[in-house]
């Protein structure tokens, strides 16, 4: 069975630009979660979403946002970017809390 | 605040030797724990979940065992291999269902 698909795989953009990423997560799992990982800072959550609703936030400026379909595939956007947002991006899906995460193989994105 | 700590942050040993990795928290309200793999600019792969009512799940070499009173939970890799060798990470799951992460062991077996 498919996996946890994530689009692009790499992504360059420019300082002050904003950024799509994509995640298709695993048929039946309603759950989906996005972290960003940096050399300096590790893993870190973002947010998740279940059945279209955001149900947790993690510490990040109001630039992170994201959304997720009626078909549980989510997306996260950016918006002016910074040299900082530069990360590997990872998206994780679940049936529901107590059934572990599956992750994707990430969206490596980069900043000049 | 560091709510998981992972120790060591890194290890080396030779091929076939017994190892475990070692992870604490800090959260009481812990719902299940995860272990998982990542490679080198790869995502992660989980290894093994082990719910709050746990004690321990085995999968293959791979030995996971929660201490919830304590806060500990330990992975044990047993007759190691070089393709053991990448980043481990534990993370705890909340009943709200927020995940936290440690920083990993950076595990390499040397042939």
């Known amino acids: 069975k498919a996996g946890v698909t994530q689009t692009p795989r790499y992504l360059i953009k420019t300082r002050g630009q904003q950024v799509t990423l994509s995640c298709s997560p695993i048929?039946?799992?309603?759950?989906v979660s996005w972290y960003q990982q940096t050399p300096g800072q590790g893993l870190q959550f973002l947010f998740e979403y279940f059945s279209e609703t955001q149900r947790n936030k993690g510490n990040f400026p109001g630039r992170f946002s994201g959304r997720q379909f009626s078909n549980s595939r989510s997306e996260m956007n950016v918006s002016t970017l910074e040299l900082g947002d530069s990360a590997l991006y990872l998206c994780?899906?679940?049936f529901g809390k107590g059934l572990g995460y599956t992750f994707g193989s990430g969206t490596r994105l980069t900043v000049v | 605040k560091q709510e998981v700590t992972q120790i060591p942050a890194a290890l080396s040993v030779p091929e076939g030797e017994n190892l475990v990795l070692n992870c604490s928290f800090t959260?009481?309200?812990?719902?299940?724990l995860q272990w998982f793999r990542q490679d080198p600019g790869k995502g992660l792969t989980s290894l093994l979940l082990?719910?709050?009512?746990?004690r321990e799940q085995t999968s293959g070499r791979l030995n996971a065992s929660l201490d919830k009173s304590s806060g500990r939970s330990t992975l044990y890799i047993a007759a190691s291999q070089p393709g053991d060798s990448a980043t481990y990470l534990c993370a705890y799951n909340t009943n709200a269902g927020k995940s936290t992460f440690g920083d990993g062991t950076t595990l390499t077996v040397k042939p």
């Open positions: 959260d009481s309200a812990i719902y299940n």
């Open positions: 082990i719910q709050s009512s746990q």
């Open positions: 048929s039946g799992h309603r759950s």
């Open positions: 994780a899906s679940s």
